[in-house]
């Protein structure tokens, strides 16, 4: 008997899942039907909410991981076609200093809906946005020495493991920018290796500011970073009078070779921004207008 119970189980626990659906709809407690019951069993009946990709993040990351480029959402709260792999490529970014707890909240939200690769905040937000991302696939980075870079080594270093120890697992450094220009090259490289060596074992970036340089020292920037020890050399904050350009990515590219990756940040708004910079090299996108990237849906315009 016992025996034929286990048999069952299944069974008995769909009916059972049923039934309380139907008696708290009877009660008014739930006004519709559970679309998805626990350990994914489906409901009878799909009713093409459109809700999947926002109820089960995991398994949207799952099907992304496995090849799939585009996610269709049927009307719902989508009603478009997610580009999934550039979502894979994004840092969803809020860095305006005054970011509200609210926002900050609202794009881990977004980040685990749409599987954005990171979310990336200023440091001192990151104790709340690791929380928030807990469980995910989605990973908290800092910003470190942002936006000016002026900062001395042990501070940046310093930033650096706090926003680590506070649950940072990728860390986007600004570079020595009066340093690089007056050609002080041991004081970039040194800036640069302080942060990876505090940083270990997690990746840095390395932001150029690339509207403030000339291309002579935008390929000494790049040696410099590659030399360095950094996983990542970078385009702009966001806030330094210029964004990322497609010659830039080019040439970033052809420095650090196939040994670094790239990222694009500053002024990407749309898919065909974002798209561009992907077939000129980049393998990540910093972006604040995530969602419009990956929707096809217009963003307005700012910066981040």
């Given at each position: 008997?016992?025996?034929?119970?286990?048999?069952?189980?299944?069974?008995?626990?769909?009916?059972i899942?049923?039934?309380?659906?139907?008696?708290?709809?009877?009660?008014?407690?739930?006004?519709?039907?559970i679309?998805?019951?626990?350990?994914?069993?489906?409901c009878?009946?799909?009713?093409?909410?459109?809700?999947?990709?926002?109820?089960?993040?995991?398994?949207?990351?799952?099907?992304?991981?496995?090849g799939?480029?585009r996610?269709?959402?049927?009307?719902?709260?989508?009603?478009?076609?997610?580009?999934?792999?550039?979502?894979?490529?994004?840092d969803?970014?809020?860095l305006?200093?005054?970011?509200?707890?609210?926002?900050?909240?609202?794009?881990?939200?977004?980040?685990?809906?749409?599987?954005?690769?990171t979310?990336?905040v200023?440091?001192?937000?990151?104790?709340?946005?690791?929380?928030?991302?807990?469980?995910?696939?989605?990973k908290?980075?800092?910003?470190?020495?942002?936006?000016?870079?002026?900062?001395?080594?042990?501070?940046?270093?310093?930033?650096?493991?706090?926003?680590?120890?506070?649950?940072?697992?990728?860390i986007?450094?600004?570079?020595?920018?009066g340093?690089?220009?007056?050609?002080?090259?041991?004081?970039?490289?040194?800036?640069?290796?302080t942060?990876?060596?505090?940083?270990?074992?997690h990746?840095?970036?390395?932001?150029?500011?690339?509207?403030?340089?000339?291309?002579?020292?935008?390929v000494?920037?790049?040696?410099?970073?590659?030399?360095?020890?950094?996983?990542?050399?970078?385009?702009?904050?966001?806030?330094?009078?210029?964004?990322?350009?497609?010659?830039?990515?080019?040439?970033?590219?052809?420095?650090?070779?196939?040994?670094?990756?790239?990222?694009?940040s500053?002024?990407?708004?749309?898919?065909?921004?974002?798209?561009?910079?992907?077939?000129?090299?980049?393998?990540?996108?910093?972006?604040?207008?995530?969602?419009?990237?990956?929707?096809?849906?217009?963003?307005?315009?700012?910066?981040?």
């Amino acid at each position: 008997m016992a025996q034929q119970g286990l048999e069952n189980l299944d069974e008995v626990v769909e009916i059972i899942s049923r039934r309380v659906t139907e008696r708290l709809m009877q009660k008014g407690l739930l006004t519709e039907k559970i679309q998805n019951l626990p350990g994914d069993v489906p409901c009878e009946e799909c009713s093409g909410c459109g809700h999947c990709v926002t109820r089960k993040p995991e398994a949207v990351k799952n099907i992304i991981q496995s090849g799939a480029e585009r996610i269709s959402s049927k009307s719902g709260i989508l009603g478009v076609t997610i580009d999934a792999k550039m979502a894979a490529m994004i840092d969803h970014t809020l860095l305006k200093p005054d970011a509200t707890r609210e926002q900050l909240m609202k794009i881990c939200e977004e980040a685990k809906q749409y599987s954005f690769a990171t979310v990336c905040v200023n440091s001192a937000n990151i104790p709340l946005v690791a929380r928030q991302l807990l469980g995910s696939a989605v990973k908290p980075i800092a910003v470190v020495g942002f936006p000016l870079g002026a900062a001395t080594s042990q501070a940046k270093a310093f930033e650096a493991r706090e926003a680590i120890h506070a649950g940072a697992e990728e860390i986007d450094m600004v570079i020595n920018i009066g340093a690089l220009k007056s050609k002080d090259y041991r004081t970039v490289f040194e800036d640069i290796k302080t942060v990876v060596e505090a940083s270990k074992p997690h990746k840095v970036k390395v932001i150029l500011e690339t509207a403030q340089l000339n291309d002579e020292e935008k390929v000494i920037s790049c040696a410099l970073a590659k030399t360095a020890g950094a996983a990542f050399v970078k385009t702009s904050t966001g806030f330094g009078g210029g964004g990322a350009t497609v010659e830039d990515i080019v040439l970033m590219r052809r420095i650090v070779g196939s040994d670094m990756e790239v990222k694009a940040s500053g002024g990407i708004r749309t898919r065909e921004d974002a798209q561009k910079m992907i077939q000129a090299g980049a393998d990540r996108i910093g972006a604040s207008a995530s969602v419009a990237i990956v929707t096809g849906q217009d963003a307005k315009k700012g910066t981040y």
